[in-house]
């Protein structure tokens, strides 16, 4: 896969077999890649992940709306 772009949502599998839609936000100052939870918001950095997990794509179908 290429690399993600900034303000997409991508569909995530996560090593539970759990499916996730995270919204790519782009990468900090130091390089870091970000990420939003589109169901809980949460905001992360690739580095603070402590579990398995992959893109399976862009997101074909809408995300459930974003938390505020």
């Not at 896969?1 to 569909?11: H, K, N, R, S």
């Not at 890649?33 to 169901?39: A, G, L, P, V, Y």
Request: charged residues 25%; proline residues 9%; aromatic residues 12%.
């Amino acid at each position: 896969m290429d690399e993600p772009l900034a303000g997409t949502v991508y569909e995530i599998a996560l090593c539970s077999g759990e499916r996730r839609h995270w919204r790519y936000l782009g990468d900090d100052a130091r390089g870091a890649r970000w990420w939003r939870d589109c169901e809980s918001g949460s905001e992360f950095s690739e580095g603070s992940l402590m579990y398995a997990w992959s893109i399976v794509g862009a997101a074909s179908v809408p995300p459930p709306p974003e938390v505020p």
